[in-house]
């Protein structure tokens, strides 16, 4: 009797080990996948228009944050996992945009991060100056982190930070369906895969006693997504015309 219940014991252990292991990977490779149809989509219309880029700037900087942040405060793995994947994925997206923009340019003007120019900001004509940004960005938070590394303050700050940016992932892309007054161009399958993983994730973050800026952070995000669904409902995906 006492084997049968050691046995029926282990077989448990294992399904919630099992369960354990997959929501492991859906937290890793979760994030990247809502950005497939959008990546599609540009793909499909050779237009970029309705996506902003600039969710792409706020993911990298969240995700270089919070690598450095697990350098200071150990967190799941799987977390730290994702921010690589989600990097690559970002980049992915940036490569794929700057080609459909060069092939598309009338105008012979190219933009670069070694013009400084402020205006162009983040509106470069080189996937190459994307890059560079984001070197230039680790570097630096290396060395700072290198510095104050022994800082509680600091660690906790970097940790509030990554995710303060990662809350406001959907906020450019809230504000490009402002500008353009349409949500056309962009994918509403991306924006209802982001609803469903930080639903999934917040929920993850509350089971594994995360640090408790995650659990705001995935709050937040929400709360963004369900404002841009409200967009696709407001201004569907045509062009509203302009008052005046």
């Not at 989509?41 to 993911?59: A, D, K, M, P, Y």
């Not at 060395?143 to 700050?157: A, I, Q």
Request: aromatic fraction near 12%; hydrophobic fraction near 50%; charge should be negative.
């Amino acid at each position: 009797m006492d084997r049968e219940a050691e046995l029926q014991g282990l077989e448990v252990e294992g399904s919630w080990s099992l369960l354990a292991w997959l929501a492991s990977c859906v937290m890793v490779f979760g994030g990247a996948l809502p950005y497939l149809p959008q990546y599609q989509e540009i793909q499909r219309s050779h237009n970029t228009e309705g996506f902003s880029t600039r969710v792409c700037l706020v993911l990298l900087i969240a995700n270089i944050l919070r690598i450095f942040f697990w350098i200071g405060k150990q967190f799941e793995l799987p977390l730290l996992l994702q921010s690589v994947v989600m990097i690559v994925t970002m980049l992915s997206m940036l490569h794929l945009c700057c080609s459909i923009q060069n092939s598309n340019r009338v105008s012979t003007k190219q933009h670069h991060l070694t013009d400084l120019d402020f205006r162009y900001f983040w509106s470069w004509s080189g996937f190459e100056d994307y890059l560079l940004f984001c070197l230039a960005f680790t570097v630096v938070c290396a060395l700072v982190t290198l510095v104050l590394l022994d800082w509680v303050v600091f660690v906790e700050g970097l940790g509030s930070l990554a995710l303060l940016f990662e809350a406001m992932l959907g906020l450019p892309q809230l504000l490009q369906n402002l500008r353009n007054r349409s949500t056309r161009g962009m994918s509403v399958n991306m924006v209802l895969l982001w609803a469903a993983g930080d639903v999934f994730k917040t929920s993850y973050f509350v089971v594994n006693e995360s640090p408790v800026q995650f659990g705001v952070c995935g709050a937040v995000q929400i709360l963004m997504d369900v404002s841009i669904l409200l967009q696709v409902v407001y201004y569907g995906q045509e062009p509203r015309a302009k008052s005046g």
